[in-house]
């Protein structure tokens, strides 16, 4: 069975601060990865996704990943942080097939001190 | 275009209670989720629709839950009755699939409290 770790619950860092939120997986393959982000009040938003292709993935709000094969990670990265950052962040894998349900990690709470 | 919808956003019932949660996915959209966060846990899948067609039900938690799909269009998820267990946030997700794969955008979900 598939699983994902998301070893820190919790994260705080300075606004402008760089932001690196870890996100590790047990797949038998390579499996489809996903990033959302969830803000207070708010559903989940794609941040950013990878299927194939260049291992380093740009999304919205200036976001990136980095899918490394040899870790069975994808660990999220922003430059700088901006207040606005601050939600829960949720890594997820399925299976290379049309159809498949989403495996979350437990998420990672960031906070960002002004 | 509009996102995926549920409604309500949110519902407080007592327990023994039933309990219907709404979703309209995204216009198009043949691949329909269920999902739940419970208190302090992981999102967990509940079951996957395929137009009117249960594709995967593996996640459902017991007989108490219920989910349709009316005409491959919305979906509910009946709870009969509600237990203390049941309280959580409630999410859906719908999906196209495309060449290269596939995305599942996401409801804003339904917070259920059970009392």
């Known amino acids: 069975a598939q699983s994902v770790t998301q070893p820190d619950i919790h994260i705080t860092v300075s606004e402008g601060a760089s932001l690196e939120l870890r996100c590790n997986y047990s797949y038998g393959a390579t499996p489809y990865l996903f990033w959302y982000v969830q803000s207070p009040g708010q559903g989940l938003q794609l941040l950013l996704k990878?299927?194939?292709?260049?291992?380093l993935v740009q999304g919205i709000k200036g976001f990136e990943a980095e899918f490394k094969r040899s870790q069975s990670s994808f660990n999220l990265r922003k430059p700088s942080v901006h207040w606005s950052d601050a939600a829960e962040y949720f890594c997820?894998?399925?299976?290379?097939?049309?159809?498949?349900?989403?495996?979350f990690g437990g998420g990672t709470r960031l906070m960002v001190k002004p | 275009e509009a996102g995926v919808t549920q409604f309500p956003s949110h519902s407080v019932i007592e327990k023994g209670q039933t309990v219907t949660l709404r979703c309209d996915p995204i216009s198009g959209h043949d691949n329909l989720y269920w999902y739940r966060r419970v208190m302090g846990k992981e999102i967990k899948f509940l079951l996957h629709?395929?137009?009117?067609?249960?594709?995967?039900e593996s996640g459902m938690p017991n007989n108490r839950f219920l989910a349709e799909r009316t005409g491959g269009t919305y979906s509910t998820l009946k709870v009969q009755p509600a237990e203390l267990e049941d309280s959580g946030v409630y999410f859906c997700?719908?999906?196209?699939?495309?060449?290269?794969?596939?995305?599942?955008?996401f409801g804003p979900g339904t917070r259920l409290l059970v009392l």
């Open positions: 997700a719908s999906s196209q699939v495309l060449a290269g794969g596939e995305t599942q955008y």
């Open positions: 629709f395929v137009k009117e067609s249960k594709q995967d």
């Open positions: 990878y299927f194939s292709g260049d291992t």
């Open positions: 997820a894998v399925a299976r290379q097939n049309a159809g498949n349900m989403l495996t």
